[in-house]
């Protein structure tokens, strides 16, 4: 197996346990924003230093990141997770989530702009079909965008377009190891602890909700970034964003069997 193909079953799994989000969150919706982000984010970093150190590997691995590659992941990693939680506080979940998964077309579109890119019709096809399976399903009980939920549009707009923007920057540095993410990270939850800290209460979470918290920081965006963020680097970008379509179609089947509304 190649780096490609190993980079490409990487994103595959990253899929699949994104997945998963929408029943965790729903577990976690009494969490302030920002503590939430903390919380995760010093997980997330946490576990990449375990695994280096388990790994025996050097922590240069974590700190040798050129200073723009810090400013696009941080940048790219608070935007949409924050836009995206507070899109769904601002508008209603069928449209926020419609607009989110404009994020992987935006993919298909935006590696033709890369040194050596390559715009794929046939990828390209194949993600608007999957906008329009996503449009089926999230919209099938009804749609309505209005004008009073503008604020969280615009939101969930950003947070696509600064995550599709992030995933396909990071193929100019697939020689940085994906192990930086742990740096990135720690910022960005050292940000989020301050913000919590001057605009958020903080939150005392029980222990169902302690659970999901360490299922999230350590497997769902956890694993997810260090997994995405090597499947971009060295996988076919295109192709994992068509697929990523299959992501709402997953969720709607782990709602339906989880019997959640």
């Not at 924003?33 to 990449?48: E, K």
């Not at 602890?193 to 169902?208: G, Q, S, W």
Request: hydrophobic residues 55%.
């Amino acid at each position: 197996m190649n780096i490609s193909q190993k980079a490409n079953i990487l994103g595959i799994l990253t899929i699949f346990i994104w997945s998963g989000t929408t029943i965790v969150m729903v577990m976690l919706k009494q969490l302030p924003v920002m503590q939430f982000l903390f919380c995760i984010m010093f997980l997330v970093s946490s576990t990449g230093i375990v695994i280096l150190k388990f790994k025996k590997k050097s922590f240069r691995l974590v700190f040798d990141v050129p200073k723009t590659l810090i400013f696009i992941c941080v940048f790219g990693i608070l935007v949409n997770y924050l836009f995206y939680f507070l899109a769904l506080q601002n508008a209603p979940a069928r449209e926020v989530n419609l607009i989110n998964y404009l994020w992987p077309l935006m993919i298909v579109i935006f590696v033709a702009f890369l040194p050596r890119g390559k715009f794929s019709i046939p990828h390209f096809i194949g993600a608007l079909f999957g906008l329009s399976i996503t449009f089926w399903i999230i919209s099938k009980d009804g749609i309505n965008f209005e004008w009073k939920y503008l604020d969280g549009y615009i939101y969930v707009f950003l947070g696509a377009f600064t995550w599709s923007v992030y995933s396909v920057l990071l193929k100019l540095y697939d020689n940085i190891s994906t192990f930086s993410v742990s740096l990135f990270s720690f910022i960005v939850g050292v940000i989020s602890l301050v913000l919590h800290l001057i605009y958020e209460t903080t939150y005392i979470p029980n222990l169902k909700e302690l659970f999901f918290i360490f299922y999230m920081g350590i497997v769902n965006i956890g694993g997810g970034i260090y997994m995405w963020d090597y499947a971009m680097k060295r996988g076919n970008q295109s192709f994992l964003a068509m697929l990523s379509y299959s992501i709402p179609i997953l969720s709607t089947l782990w709602l339906v069997i989880f019997n959640i509304k």
